[in-house]
């Protein structure tokens, strides 16, 4: 599907939809595979070409856009000047750049406090792509840490063994390899 200054690619699968349906590329590079309600049974592999102008600029992502009118994105990795996706929704889809760095926040505690505490929380706000890796260091051991989808946060669980002051650093990366990280001196 040729589109001005971009290509799209989709791949499909026999079978990937009940049906035949719609497909076409609108104004303004976007790729419309039926209405976002489709039934979908296989996975559907989306491709958008970068323009050249923008080829050395990093963050890109796909997103579809849902019934209820939201983009949401897509899992995507860049390759040869190309942005890819697999879903299994149909809709609009759309080539979209993230840059930005989630958020980390603690919560009830600082640097260089003394933690009483039996867990560390922090909250992560990404607002554009989804979490990809998160890794917490105690003085450069690699920690355990759980993510609680609801409210975002990364809670890290004390064990009684943890005693004395230590460096620790926690790092964040979304979807588009954008990153966070907080670090702070804590005594247990």
Partial sequence: ???HDRTCLLE???????????????PGNNLSIAAPSTAVQLPVEIGI??????TMQNGWYLTRTKSNGRESSIDSRVSS??????????????LRQDNTP??????????NQTITQKQLKWQVIETLTELKDYDLFIDNQWCLLEFERKGNYLIFNIPKSLKGKKAVELIVSDQCGNKAIWKGTLSF
Avoid: N, R
């Fill in 1 to 3: 599907f040729p589109s």
């Fill in 12 to 26: 499909l699968k026999a079978h990937t939809f009940y049906q035949p349906v719609p497909k076409k590329v609108i």
């Fill in 81 to 94: 000047g190309w942005v890819y996706g697999e879903t299994k929704g149909a809709g609009t889809f759309q």
């Fill in 102 to 111: 989630p958020k980390l926040t603690p919560l009830g505690f600082s640097t």
């Fill in 49 to 54: 070409k970068i323009s050249d102008d923008k």
